[in-house]
T-cell receptor, first 111, second 115 residues
Framework: DAGVIQSPRHEVTEMGQEVTLRCKPI?????LFWYRQTMMRGLELLIY????????DSGMPEDRFSAKMPNASFSTLKIQPSEPRDSAVYFC?????????FGPGTRLTVT | SQKIEQNSEALNIQEGKTATLTCNYT??????LQWYRQDPGRGPVFLLL?????KEKRKERLKVTFDTTLKQSLFHITASQPADSATYLC??????????????FGQGTILTVHP
């Protein structure tokens, strides 16, 4: 298996633009997680899905953030409009049970 | 409020020695605890999981202990090697309430093993 796949790996955008991050989980994993990592705040859980259903989105910082999982092999995290304080590395992880398998992350820079 | 603290931001040791990292938590009832390794520019990689009713878990040169009375986990790397240099993250999954099923990470400890 190729592992969790995320795209793009790097994204540079201007404030106010819409940003869409993509994730393909490992086949057969029934849970998917979106995290954000910064030096100041560490690794924070934004939202997680179980069997494609959002279970907990309490970590989503604002209404500007939204996530979808239309099927078991694809998820998106959208930020609209983006702001400089959204600059971070965004990780997607999938899990078959307890342990989580992380993707390589998307480094987002909002100028 | 719930808090997870890893003992230090950075730990430097000599090759061959045992590295010991600490993870303390407060206001938390974890179902289980996990340790991850993260290298620069990469996502965390799962290492070990230990449940609340387990005292110790081993995997090759790694050992994890879990003391729910002290609210502490210790992570040991024996016979450390320069290749063990990385950031190590502890993470807790809550047993109930708002933390149920969610993995909450500590800030991490940067381990550097000097040859």
């Amino acid at each position: 298996d190729a592992g969790v796949i995320q795209s793009p790996r790097h994204e540079v955008t201007e404030m106010g633009q819409e940003v869409t991050l993509r994730c393909k989980p490992i086949s057969g994993h029934n849970s998917l997680f979106w995290y954000r990592q910064t030096m100041m705040r560490g690794l924070e859980l934004l939202i997680y899905f179980n069997n494609n259903v959002p279970i907990d989105d309490s970590g989503m910082p604002e209404d500007r953030f939204s996530a979808k999982m239309p099927n078991a092999s694809f998820s998106t995290l959208k930020i609209q409009p983006s702001e400089p304080r959204d600059s971070a590395v965004y990780f997607c992880a999938s899990s078959p049970n307890y342990e989580q398998y992380f993707g390589p992350g998307t480094r987002l820079t909002v100028t | 409020s719930q808090k997870i603290e890893q003992n230090s931001e950075a730990l430097n040791i000599q090759e061959g020695k045992t590295a010991t990292l600490t993870c303390n938590y407060t206001n938390y009832s974890p179902a289980y605890l996990q340790w991850y390794r993260q290298d620069p520019g990469r996502g965390p990689v799962f290492l070990l999981l230990i449940r609340e009713n387990e005292k110790e878990k081993r995997k090759e040169r790694l050992k994890v202990t879990f003391d729910t009375t002290l609210k502490q986990s210790l992570f040991h790397i024996t016979a450390s090697q320069p290749a063990d240099s990385a950031t190590y993250l502890c993470a807790l999954v809550g047993a109930g309430g708002t933390s149920y099923g969610k993995l909450t990470f500590g800030q991490g400890t940067i381990l550097t093993v000097h040859p």
